[in-house]
């Protein structure tokens, strides 16, 4: 299995790829579901670590000067994306991410970690973006931090769903900020990849699953 194969079965085996009868936060009806919550363990968040270094070093090997994990869910991304680049690409990348309230005493300041600088190529590692609230926010916040480059955004899944606009959110994040964007995989490779699959035993993927996801997909999906 390739890479992205391979974290598909690890989002299954953690609890945080389901399947059965949600509603997002838009009020969408939907088959499936990425709650990466459910992430809970130091294994988990060193192989989840892992899986965003390689997407990071395929696409991104080098125009790289920070990470920024938007808090609360982008912070430990940040970490452990940053030491799997290290440990397993000899990359020394700094990390940083923002706090929800600015701290008024000690250091002070909205950030922790490394202090971007004015030029500084940044890469915002984020779960999953459905509206791209946190990262249209993130992108206000280095106005009042430094004069930096934003230059990637690196999220775990796609889901291809339309944003304010017929096209997908992150598309509408590449046209409004010019950021390139880098889903580890995209919800038709989770498809094709788990469609009558097993993993451990089960098929999470059947045809009705199949069938209902695709349905989803045309009512919602980006044009």
Known sequence: MNYQEEFI??????????????????????????????????????????YYAACIQEHMPEGIDCLFGPAYKGIPLAVSAAASLYRSYDRDLPYCFNRKEVKDHGEGGSMVGYKPKAGDRVAIIEDVVTAGTAVRESIQLFQQVAPVEMKALFVSVDRMERGTRSCSTLDELRQDYGIQVYPIVTVREIIEFLHNNPVDGRVHIDDDMRARMEAYLAEYGAR
Do not use: E, H
Request: aromatic residues 14%; glycine residues 14%.
């Open 9 to 50: 079965t690890f989002m299954v085996r953690s609890g945080v790829l389901t399947f059965g009868d949600f509603t997002t936060k838009s009020g969408r009806k939907t088959p499936y579901f990425v709650n990466t919550g459910n992430y809970k363990t130091g294994a988990q968040a060193a192989r989840l670590g892992d």
